[in-house]
């Protein structure tokens, strides 16, 4: 079967990967109340389409802090590629390099920088951190993100501790014992190879790691160690994308971690327009979570995202097809996009204006 939805993607991941590291992927915290309100925001608007425009080259291109994108989209940082396939993040380098979009490459890549940079030479990516107990390890990953050319840092600002997952606690979810993070001392995360039943792997070391005392004051001790522009992910509120600006940051991801983090937070397109509000033009306002059609992509647009990131539909083509299948999901995505743009009339990125959309159901009208 050749997947022509993203859906059926994961319908093909899910029968090849063990149980416990496909609910490693997909699970959300607590409830789950959050990853599947991210799934369902995209329901609450409807395109307007506009008809008699000329749609015969449609453009999705653009650029984002420098990087020339072939589409407003790139690849959430997600931890441990080699889950999904042996080749791990060097292939969904190499996968989005083809399809000219970002890759953002997580704190706990399963490959090394410098491996993931190699195998996709020029490409457009930055690199993802916590904020670690080791400050030494940070100053490093900084230099090695500019020696390896990533081109921007993003702070994940949403985990001062991770997420209470209950199917990982379930699964007593362990990382194999061949697979740690890459780009940290392997010490570090091998343990997670013994996790007892009724705890997860994942959270046990990244307790030992993450710093939670880390606070504004904090950001301009990153900012004096790198060149590199300086991206927060996690903001859901007006309040912390304006503090965010006031201490020089370069551009901002709203996101709940795909409902990962805290459970009952609100789907990062519902407080989008909040945010997108608060900040400078100048500064540009990226969003994920439950992203799963080009249709999808086209309404972020529209409530003002510059671009969007997709977290687990990656994973899934990673894990059926490697490259190829992590390609085949980003090129349909885009392929999606377009021809959003061309059924709604909206040919370019600016006609994905705030008109482009209206709210579902319609508001009530006014009794008489
Ligand atoms: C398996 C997995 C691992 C993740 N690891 C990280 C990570 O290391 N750093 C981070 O900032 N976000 C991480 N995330 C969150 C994603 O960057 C992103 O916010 C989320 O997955 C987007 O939602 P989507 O998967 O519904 O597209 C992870 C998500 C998943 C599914
Ligand atoms: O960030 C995450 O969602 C995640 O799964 C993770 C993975 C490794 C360490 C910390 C968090």
Known sequence: MVPLTLAEHGALAKGLLPAAIWDFFEGGAGTEWTRRANLDAWRHHVLRPRVLVDVSAPDCGTELLGARLTAPFGVAPMAYH???HPEGECATARAASEAGVLLIVSIFASRTLEQIAAAAPGAPRWLQLYWLRDREALT???????????RALVLTVDAPKVGRRLRDLRNAFALPADLTAANL???????????????????????????????????AWLRARTRL???????????DARLAVEHGVDALIVSNHGGRQLDGVPPALAVLPEVVDAVPAECPVLVDGGLRHGSDLATALALGARAALVGRPVLWGLAHGGADGARAVLDLLREE????????????LAALDRDALAPWPPAAAAPL
């Open 229 to 239: 522009p300086l991206v927060l992910k996690g903001v859901l509120t007006a309040e």
């Open 82 to 84: 080699r889950l999904a």
């Open 140 to 150: 490093m990953l900084a230099r090695r993100a500019e020696q390896a050319d990533y």
């Open 337 to 348: 996009l377009l021809d959003t743009m061309v059924l709604a009339g909206r040919p370019t």
């Open 185 to 219: 001392d392997p010490r570090l995360t091998s343990s997670a190879g013994h996790s007892a039943a009724g705890r997860s792997g994942i959270e046990e070391h990244s307790r030992q790691q993450f710093d939670p005392t880390v606070s504004w004051a904090d950001l």
